[in-house]
């Protein structure tokens, strides 16, 4: 029998589980998010709900993972025999497949507007000249299609290597090499003059934007920051060693995904603040404003290309897991088909991909419930894909799993004392449900 894959360390896995969550959600989406809906107050309870709902799920999925010691959908299987709960498991590998096909197209704007930042091409434009050059690149079919495969085949060459060799060896370079490229933008960003009203906008709350919606927008961030609901941290559980402290990973995990989101917002508040511009520009933030204001500033051309290559970097490293979820389903296990299914899994992905990549241009005129390819995909995979597989999950690992099995397994390699793991039972059982299925409703 094949050796089963492990992660040489806990560190290896953290930083690997990190850059899971970590990416477009936290840097992209974020920003956007936060900068429409008041700021302080969206980031204060995006802090609230990642604790109290994000983490508790993430680390049920930690559970489930380690138990079982396999794939998503053998995991259920495998703790649940002879019943339906499996179904999990193929609706996150499914769901899962279809991200990562509309998720390689952002991924191919990013190269995108990476291969201009070396060129030289990005500077010297006003924002209504890159707001211009955005449309022309979404829109041009050549140019979506080649970036996307190219993005594709940036995390075969990682994901076909497996998890030491593949996945965590090149977590161990990116993360670290985004936190310093962070720290250099937020550097740069509050040293230029009028910055702090952009700190007093992300760190103050504005009582006024207190409302229900903003709430709810909170929570779903929160919630799909994490990317909980996938089975995505089944998988990478599955090759966690049993000494490692499933609660002190699941606790660093989410730490970093809000530490993240916190100089996503110090690099770009401060920085539209300082310049004039208004932090309300939707999903264009990244793409049209922020080249706007670093086009301003002196070396905005070199931070700018900074910035791109972090971007790519936390895009990556979600696209790594979210490939190995289906790759590990194909395998189970067996090492010899993990290139060739890897191969498989990317060719899939960019077919699938291919009307989200054409959404704005030769396939505009395609709607789905008045939804572009890109936009239903998105739609289908947040509103409904997620929030149901983690609202299943938290219902399995409460009520299905016996309580002292997941007792057993959460103490093993952990100091967790019995009352914590009761209080995270109640929040599994009861409080995560419900403000699962406000966020379903909404």
């Known amino acids: 029998m094949a050796k089963k894959q492990q992660w040489s360390s806990k560190l290896g896995f953290i930083l690997a589980a990190a850059g899971s969550a970590i990416g477009l959600g936290a840097i992209w989406k974020f920003p956007y998010m936060a900068g429409a809906n008041g700021g302080g107050v969206f980031f204060l309870l995006f802090i609230i709900f990642t604790i109290l709902i994000g983490t508790p799920i993430l680390l049920a999925e930690f559970v489930i993972g380690r138990r079982a010691g396999t794939d998503a959908v053998t995991s259920y299987k495998k703790l649940a025999p002879g019943s339906a709960w499996h179904l999990i498991g ?145 998988t990478y559980a599955s090759y966690l060693s049993k000494e490692d402290s499933m609660p002190r990973s699941a606790i660093s995990v989410s730490g970093l995904n809000i530490l993240i989101s916190l100089l996503a917002g110090l690099v770009i508040f401060p920085s539209v603040y300082a310049l004039g511009f208004q932090p309300d520009q939707g999903p264009g933030i990244a793409f049209v404003v922020l080249p706007a204001v670093f086009n301003e500033i002196a070396f905005g051309g070199i931070f700018l290309t900074v910035f791109l290559i ?45 009307p989200s990549a054409l959404s704005f241009g030769v396939f505009s005129d395609f709607t789905i419930l008045g939804r572009n390819f890109f936009d239903f995909a998105d739609f289908i995979t947040s509103s409904f894909g997620l929030p149901i597989g983690a609202l299943f999950i938290s219902i399995f690992v409460s009520y299905r799993l016996k309580r002292e099995d997941v007792w057993n397994e959460i103490k093993q390699g952990s100091s967790t004392s019995r009352d914590l793991f009761n209080a995270w039972i109640i929040l599994l059982r009861y409080i995560v449900p419900i403000a699962i299925i406000f966020v379903f409703l909404s």
């Open 90 to 234: 193929y609706l996150g590998t499914i769901v899962s497949f279809i991200i990562l096909s509309f998720y390689s197209v952002v991924g191919g704007w990013i190269l995108s507007y990476l291969a201009r930042s070396f060129t030289g091409s990005l500077s010297g434009m006003t924002q209504e000249q890159y707001g211009s050059l955005f449309e022309n690149i979404i829109s041009s079919p050549w140019e979506t299609l080649i970036t996307q495969s190219l993005f594709i085949l940036l995390t075969v060459l990682v994901v076909q290597g497996g998890i030491q060799k593949g996945i965590e060896r090149a977590s161990r370079y990116m993360m670290p090499s985004l936190f310093i490229l962070f720290l250099i933008l937020v550097a740069r960003s509050l040293t230029l003059e009028g910055a702090m009203e952009g700190v007093r906008f992300l760190l103050v709350p504005d009582w006024s934007y207190l409302t229900g919606e903003t709430a709810l927008l909170a929570l779903g961030q929160a919630f799909f920051s994490l990317t909980v609901g996938l089975s995505v941290m089944v």
């Open 310 to 354: 972090l971007l790519l970097f936390a895009t990556l490293t979600s696209a790594f897991s979210i490939l190995e979820i289906g790759v590990a389903a194909l395998t189970k296990g067996n090492q010899k088909k993990r290139l060739p299914y890897t191969w498989l899994m990317g060719i899939l992905v960019f077919i699938a991909g291919i």
